[in-house]
Every structure is written in C-alpha cells, then in structure tokens.
C-alpha cells in the first residue's frame, strides 16, 4: 500500500541518507588521501610536474567521492522506518484490453 509523502516521512529518510553520507564521505576523504600520497610519490618518481600530480589527484578525490556517495543510498535502501520501508517496487505494466474485431453485419 503506497503511504501519502509526509514532511516527517521525508524527514526520516532524509536523515538515514544524510548521517550515513557523512560516514562515508569521511572514509572516502581518508581513502582518497591515501591514494593520493600514493599516486603523489608515483608520479614524482616518473618526473611529473606537482601541478599536474595536483590535478591528478583531485580527479582521483572526485572519483572516489562520487564511488562512495552510493554507498549511504545502498544501506536505506529496505530499511525499516517504523510505520514504514523504503523498498523499490517494479512498476507494473499497463496492458489494453484486447480489442475485438468488428463483427461484420448482418
């Protein structure tokens, strides 16, 4: 049964997404730093220039960012709001009736 969208309906999901993507947000940062001190020293070693191993690695943050952004969306997905679930549901698909065809008169 499909609820009315409630300002406090909103409101819960919204907040289960919100903290979540915080958390993550936080690892991706801490995982994307380390990637980038590891690219860092890479491209040194291959003679870069530092303002090129900059874009580099902020293409790689944005990278990660976006990866670990999907990861709070995943974990709502089903989740149990109380009166309520966040699931998806397949849309049904809408069929004609068949028609018949005219009867030829009489």
Same mark, same amino acid.
């Given at each position: 049964?499909?609820?009315?969208?409630?300002?406090?309906?909103?409101?819960?999901?919204?907040?289960?997404? *919100?903290?979540?993507?915080?958390?993550?947000? *936080? *690892?991706?940062?801490? *995982?994307?730093?380390?990637?980038?001190?590891?690219?860092? %020293? @890479?491209?040194?070693?291959?003679? %870069?220039?530092?303002?090129?191993?900059? %874009?580099?690695?902020?293409?790689?943050?944005?990278?990660?960012?976006?990866?670990?952004?999907? %990861?709070?969306?995943?974990?709502?997905?089903?989740?149990?709001?109380?009166?309520?679930?966040? @699931?998806?549901?397949?849309?049904?698909?809408?069929?004609?009736?068949?028609?018949?065809?005219?009867?030829?008169?009489?």
């Amino acid at each position: 049964m499909e609820l009315e969208v409630t300002w406090g309906r909103t409101i819960k999901v919204w907040w289960a997404y *919100f903290w979540r993507s915080l958390v993550a947000g *936080f *690892f991706a940062l801490l *995982f994307s730093g380390l990637l980038g001190f590891v690219l860092g %020293i @890479v491209l040194y070693g291959a003679g %870069i220039p530092a303002e090129d191993g900059r %874009i580099y690695g902020g293409i790689l943050g944005g990278v990660v960012g976006v990866l670990f952004s999907i %990861i709070p969306m995943k974990y709502i997905l089903g989740k149990d709001f109380g009166d309520f679930r966040l @699931v998806l549901l397949k849309k049904e698909e809408r069929t004609l009736a068949p028609q018949s065809e005219p009867q030829p008169a009489e």
